[in-house]
């Protein structure tokens, strides 16, 4: 069925995620990818007149990616500073930017250096939002994200029933696609009893809960719709997409629900604009720095309601087969931590049926979703073009 397009995704790019890349900058792993993706749309970086940076996962700027990919002709540079909701924000910047006329073809490259670079929580002192969490989580003992999100999966446990099983079910699903790969970091099965019998990083949270520390980078090329059609790649288009903070944004524990996030904003706006409901998602890649934030999205989203989550995911439900297939590609548990810019282009891959032996058969219409770190949602809808 022909739907209406704001813009389209034309290329995609990813390094090796399965080695560390010591010695090797940010940047230098971000150009390795953005060249890629622009191989992969049938362009020349002369072509790309547009940069998008999703913020607050290093220190590169667009001119540092205009200079190096000799780019003549910039016309549109942003940055979008949501941290994990920073990539899909940014396809929002870029779709509104070609939906515009303001550019043809947007970049949107993303390099990461955790594994052997500085690891989280040297970055998380540099990221703005977090001088809030100094008045009221840090004074308690929090001071890294596990300590910040083990409140809300606790408090969703109490008020719902939700098991550390049922989020073992997500870690279990997720590491099964990610030995499909190919380029994951993560490859050997687990099982519920492995995930129970990892240590406890922040009580719920175990080991098995949490996402990597990785080094690589990926990019994608957002495309004005008319200029899609003439490109080497099939296009798949963005039919939807939205973002959304939640109630009290700088600090988790005032606010007056802990269990609902920003995406719970985000979904209805993002569903709208798409003309589509969740009920009809056939492959759906959501942001997963811990188990936990996976489950409270899914009700967020509106695949099954408040408090419901735990059952959700239970049977397989989540695996390739199951109601409803997620993370694909491994996710931030198993393939490699970047930021949600590994989510879109797995996305892309399964609309355009060309990922392999995690194929979602027919899927022709996704869903990819961005988590910031204190909670702000963000979410785009995209179809087969």
Do not use: W
């Not at 910031?372 to 785009?380: F, K, R, S, W, Y």
């Amino acid at each position: 069925m022909a739907r209406r397009s704001i813009g389209a995704v034309t290329g995609i790019g990813e390094t090796d995620y399965t080695r560390p890349h010591p010695g090797r900058s940010a940047l230098s792993l971000q150009l390795e990818a953005s060249l890629k993706a622009i191989a992969d749309a049938g362009l020349a970086p002369r072509e790309i007149d547009g940069i998008v940076i999703p913020g607050g996962t290093g220190p590169v700027v667009a001119e540092d990616i205009a200079t190096n990919l000799g780019l003549p002709d910039l016309r549109f540079s942003v940055v979008t500073p949501l941290g994990g909701a920073a990539a899909v924000a940014g396809l929002q910047c870029a779709a509104a930017a070609v939906a515009m006329g303001v550019c043809n073809h947007v970049l949107m490259p993303l390099g990461r250096t955790g594994r052997s670079g500085a690891r989280i929580g040297a970055r998380l002192a540099q990221m703005p939002q977090f001088r809030l969490v100094g008045e009221f989580e840090a004074p308690h003992g929090a001071n890294a994200p596990a300590q910040y999100y083990a409140p809300m999966a606790r408090r969703h446990m109490e008020l719902y029933g939700t098991t550390s099983r049922q989020l073992a079910e997500i870690a279990v699903t997720t590491r099964r696609h990610a030995i499909l790969n190919g380029n994951a970091s993560m490859t050997k099965p687990i099982t519920i009893e492995d995930h129970q019998a990892s240590r406890m990083i922040a009580d719920p949270l175990r080991l098995l809960d949490c996402s990597l520390e990785s080094d690589g980078g990926a990019a994608v090329v957002i495309s004005a719709a008319e200029r899609a059609r003439d490109l080497r790649a099939p296009p798949v288009v963005i039919l939807g997409v939205a973002e959304g903070h939640p109630d009290s944004p700088s600090t988790i524990t005032q606010r007056p629900d802990m269990t609902r996030l920003g995406v719970a904003k985000a979904a209805p706006r993002a569903f709208a604009m798409a003309g589509v409901t969740p009920a009809d998602i056939q492959v759906a890649e959501i942001y997963d720095c811990f188990t936990y934030i996976v489950l409270c999205q899914l009700e967020d989203l509106g695949f099954c309601a408040k408090g419901e989550g735990g059952a959700f995911v239970e049977g397989g439900a989540l695996g390739l087969g199951g109601r409803l297939p997620v993370n694909t590609h491994g996710g931030l548990l198993s393939q490699a931590h970047m930021a949600g810019m590994n989510h879109i282009v797995e996305l892309v891959r399964q609309l355009r049926g060309a990922a392999g032996a995690a194929q979602v058969p027919g899927a022709e219409l996704g869903l990819v979703t961005g988590y910031g770190d204190l909670g702000d949602g963000t979410v785009a809808i995209m179809a087969k073009g």
